[in-house]
């Protein structure tokens, strides 16, 4: 039998989205980008994961969506089960003052689907303040050929601390920073107590993270937005910590509104310098322009702005 084909596609009744960039004959050598989404409602086992992304590009897992094996026998009912492999710190989405999110009892909205020869979009989104009361997030990724870009606001009432979170794989089990990172102390309470090896520096402006996996290089490129905390750990892979871990990002910062915007590049030669650029459209939009080394043109894209919730 030949394998099937794997195309951009929604599964409306699930709250998934799927955006494939080339053919989707090509699907199962995954040398294009794969980005799976969710913004499904809670369900008998459900996680704190909602608008989180997986991404799997140029043969290799990106993005994950990790769990800490349970060294117990009865791995779901484990301690690390309980603690870490249900909460949102175990997702590739935001987190609000350090805390899981709410129950989600309803399927969050899907505000925009493209799917053209040129690009792939979905934008989802609570507006109402059901993932985080007081709060409001929106998600649009594009997938191209060249790259994806991942564009996260969140607009609350009132000031809080924003962490976009990331897991990725890497041969050395970390990430490495643009710019030098110091050691620092992560929480020793809940989910966090499971993160290990801390460090951390601000920036204010640009910045990056890089990953070497299996002869592929991953390279998260930042828009400047100041006083940004970049917090690089280890996620266990085990609950007895042993084996490779997996490398986690921390962009955190104390705003009312903000927007991380991320480049997302993975080449199995080196990668290009890359430029992301955000900045305020008309009719209450938001722009944001990337520009690659090597190619003729940047690529520009154009969301609403998000607001804060009613009430």
């Known amino acids: 039998a030949s394998a099937p084909g794997m195309r951009t596609r929604l599964w409306p009744e699930h709250g998934y989205a799927a955006l494939r960039s080339g053919d989707p004959a090509d699907y199962w050598k995954g040398d294009g980008f794969s980005v799976f989404l969710t913004y499904d409602h809670d369900g008998i086992h459900a996680h704190r994961d909602k608008l989180s992304l997986m991404l799997y590009g140029r043969g290799r897992h990106l993005a994950v969506d990790p769990e800490a094996l349970a060294s117990e026998q009865h791995a779901f009912s484990s301690r690390v089960q309980a603690e870490l492999n249900r909460s949102t710190l175990c997702h590739n989405t935001v987190m609000l003052d350090g805390l899981d999110h709410s129950?989600?009892?309803?399927?969050?909205?899907?505000?925009?689907?493209?799917?053209?020869?040129?690009?792939?979009?979905?934008?989802?989104?609570?507006?109402?303040?059901?993932?985080?009361?007081?709060?409001?997030?929106?998600?649009?990724?594009?997938?191209?050929?060249?790259?994806?870009?991942?564009?996260f606001q969140v607009a609350c009432t009132r000031e809080r601390e924003i962490a976009y979170l990331f897991h990725s794989a890497a041969d050395s089990g970390t990430l490495?920073?643009?710019?030098?990172?110091?050691?620092?102390?992560?929480?020793?309470?809940?989910?966090w107590r499971w993160l290990r090896d801390g460090r951390r520096c601000v920036e204010d402006g640009a910045w990056s993270v890089q990953a070497v996996q299996d002869g592929v290089r991953l390279r998260l490129t930042a828009a400047p937005e100041p006083g940004t905390e970049v917090i690089l750990c280890r996620?266990?892979?085990?609950?007895?910590?042993?084996?490779?871990?997996?490398?986690?990002?921390?962009?955190?910062?104390?705003?009312?509104?903000?927007?991380?915007?991320?480049?997302?590049?993975?080449?199995?030669?080196?990668?290009?310098?890359?430029?992301?650029?955000?900045?305020?459209?008309?009719?209450?939009?938001?722009?944001?322009?990337?520009?690659?080394?090597?190619?003729?043109?940047?690529?520009?894209?154009?969301?609403r702005r998000l607001t804060p919730p009613a009430g």
């Open 235 to 303: 996620f266990p892979a085990r609950d007895d910590f042993g084996g490779t871990s997996w490398p986690m990002l921390i962009a955190r910062r104390r705003a009312a509104y903000t927007v991380f915007a991320i480049l997302l590049q993975a080449e199995k030669t080196d990668l290009p310098n890359a430029h992301i650029e955000v900045s305020a459209g008309r009719h209450g939009t938001l722009k944001a322009r990337v520009t690659l080394d090597g190619l003729p043109r940047p690529f520009d894209f154009s969301v």
């Open 103 to 151: 129950g989600v009892p309803e399927r969050l909205e899907l505000l925009d689907f493209v799917d053209n020869s040129g690009v792939r979009l979905a934008t989802l989104a609570d507006r109402r303040g059901i993932v985080y009361p007081g709060a409001a997030l929106m998600r649009t990724v594009a997938v191209t050929e060249h790259f994806v870009l991942d564009l």
């Open 176 to 191: 490495e920073a643009s710019a030098p990172a110091a050691a620092f102390d992560l929480p020793a309470e809940g989910a």
